[in-house]
């Protein structure tokens, strides 16, 4: 059983920074590509940002230049340092990553964590 348990998130004053962790546990063979998600109240879900096994990064461009993401292989968690926040970043941010796993044959799918939510006052 695979698991994706995030932490860090909060209220934090706009301008200011916030470190979202996420971790993953349980059997499987690799991690591919981790990323964040979010989802503010009454629009869709969104890509943040997401990294390859390899380090490759990919942002959207509403959050360059102001969130880094990161990962540690030997963790298996990826980070997510958000700093100058704005009040458009308030939103449930989610944790995803595609993890191949063995059971009768190798299956790889994405993994969602259950969301931490983050909130930036004005």
């Known amino acids: 059983q695979v698991q994706l348990v995030e932490s860090g998130g909060g209220l934090v004053q706009a301008g200011g920074s916030l470190r979202l962790s996420c971790a993953a546990s349980?059997?499987?063979?690799?991690?591919?590509?981790m990323g964040w998600y979010r989802q503010a109240p009454g629009k869709q879900r969104e890509l943040v940002a997401a990294?390859?096994?390899?380090?490759?990064?990919n942002y959207a461009d509403s959050v360059k230049g102001r969130f880094t993401i990161s990962r540690d292989n030997a963790k298996n968690t990826v980070y997510l340092q958000m700093n100058s926040l704005k009040t458009e970043d308030t939103a449930v941010y989610y944790c995803?990553?595609?993890?191949?796993?063995?059971?009768?044959?190798?299956?790889?799918?994405?993994?969602w964590g259950q969301g931490t939510q983050v909130t930036v006052s004005s």
């Open positions: 995803n990553a595609v993890i191949t796993t063995y059971s009768s044959g190798t299956m790889t799918r994405g993994y």
């Open positions: 349980g059997r499987f063979f690799s991690i591919n590509v």
């Open positions: 990294i390859t096994s390899g380090g490759d990064t």
